[in-house]
Structures are given as structure tokens and as C-alpha cells.
């Protein structure tokens, strides 16, 4: 009959046991966390599921294929929601053009055609705009359904240089779900007469 190893053996055995499970799981929160000095924090594992929750969020968003362009943040973070991980919401914060603030921005020779720019506070904003459209295999345009917000949608179109195949005008009167379905059932154009309003506008304010 094989002979039994001594305690004191077997108890080396169970520590060397224990020494490796741990050494294992300090590297992968460290391949996870990237910073040694937070392997020894007592909420490694809470930190490392949450990390690992942020990464499975971020690998979804970056499969959508459907980008969704709404006026405000907070729109964008609700609606997000309610769409789930096929769409990507993202927010133009308001107006991504306007007319020149250092020029009359009125071309009066051409039919008193408005002059745009990109203000400078959005520019990095519209780059990550048209990247994003870039990549997306449809864009919904779902600013408010008012002068300013036909407007705000036809300047998204233009700038991020979208085409009627890859791109759709939805409105909707309430944040909820249903609402926000329904929509997208019900896409429309870009109503051009409400944007003709809001430049027609824009030009007696000047």
C-alpha cells in the first residue's frame, strides 16, 4: 500500500495549492487592470466584474450597426436604453452649424443664401459624428420635431454627408419605449419646408 505523505507535507502541498490559485488570479486582474499597484486592493473582485461588464458594453456598441442622432445627452442616454445593443445613440448637442460669427455669412448676390460653419467648440464632436455615421449601416436622424430640429436634421445630413439609402428622419412626442419604436417603424423625410422656415429665420435675424 502507498505510504501516506506526512502532515507537514501535505500541508505544504495545500499551501503551495492555494499560492498558485491566487497568483493565478492577481494575473488576470493585472491582464485585466493593466496596473499593478491595484492588484492588492480588497475589491479586486468587484473592480474586475465591473471591468469586464464596461468591456462587454463597449464590444456591443461597437458591433451597432444602427446610429441614432438625438439633440440632447439625456435623450441619448434613455432612449439607448430602450433600443438595445443593435443601436448606438449619440447626441449633436444641439446645433453642429451655423452661420459665420465674425462675417454678415449672407450671401445676398446668390438669393441670400446662409453662409455655414462648423463652430469650434463642435468640431470634434462632428468628427466623431461622421466617423461613427461612417461606419453605421443606416443613421436615424431624431432631432425634435419642430423648425430647429428639422433644421438641426438637415445640417446633420449634410455635414456628415449622408444619402437617402443610408439615412432616416424619425419623430416622436414622448420618451418611452413604445414611442421610440413606433418611430422607427414610421421613418419620414427630412420635411425641407420647415428647414427653408428656420434659415428664412436664421437670415432676418442677421
Keep these: 500500500a502507498a505510504k501516506r505523505a506526512p502532515a507537514g507535507e501535505r500541508k505544504s502541498r495545500k499551501s503551495n495549492k492555494r499560492s498558485v490559485s491566487q497568483s493565478v488570479f492577481l494575473l488576470n486582474f493585472a491582464a485585466i487592470f493593466g496596473k499593478r499597484g491595484q492588484i492588492d ?3 479586486a473582485p468587484r473592480q474586475i ?7 462587454k458594453n463597449k ?3 461597437e458591433m451597432a450597426k ?3 442622432i438625438v439633440e ?3 435623450k441619448a442616454t434613455t432612449i439607448g436604453k430602450f433600443l438595445g445593443p443593435d443601436y448606438k445613440v449619440l447626441s449633436s448637442k444641439g446645433h453642429i452649424r451655423d452661420l459665420l460669427k465674425k462675417d454678415f455669412s449672407i450671401d445676398i448676390a446668390n438669393g441670400f443664401a446662409p453662409i455655414y460653419e462648423i463652430p469650434s467648440d463642435k468640431t470634434e464632436l462632428v468628427k466623431t459624428l461622421k466617423k461613427e455615421a461612417a461606419n453605421a449601416d443606416m443613421v436615424w436622424l431624431a432631432s ?3 423648425r430647429e430640429g428639422e433644421a438641426i436634421a ?3 445630413y449634410e455635414t456628415l454627408g449622408l444619402t437617402p439609402e443610408k439615412s432616416k428622419r424619425i419623430v416622436f412626442h414622448e420618451i418611452t419605449k413604445q414611442a421610440i ?4 417603424a414610421n421613418p419620414r423625410p427630412i420635411d425641407i419646408n420647415l428647414v427653408d422656415a428656420q434659415q428664412a429665420r436664421r437670415v432676418l435675424d442677421r
Design 66 to 68: 444602427n446610429l441614432v
Design 144 to 146: 425634435d420635431e419642430d
Design 181 to 184: 419604436l413606433n418611430a422607427i
Design 72 to 74: 440632447s445627452p439625456s
Design 154 to 156: 438637415w445640417h446633420l
Design 59 to 61: 464590444n456591443k456598441q
Design 49 to 55: 466584474k465591473k471591468k469586464r461588464k464596461l468591456l
Design 41 to 43: 486592493s480588497p475589491n
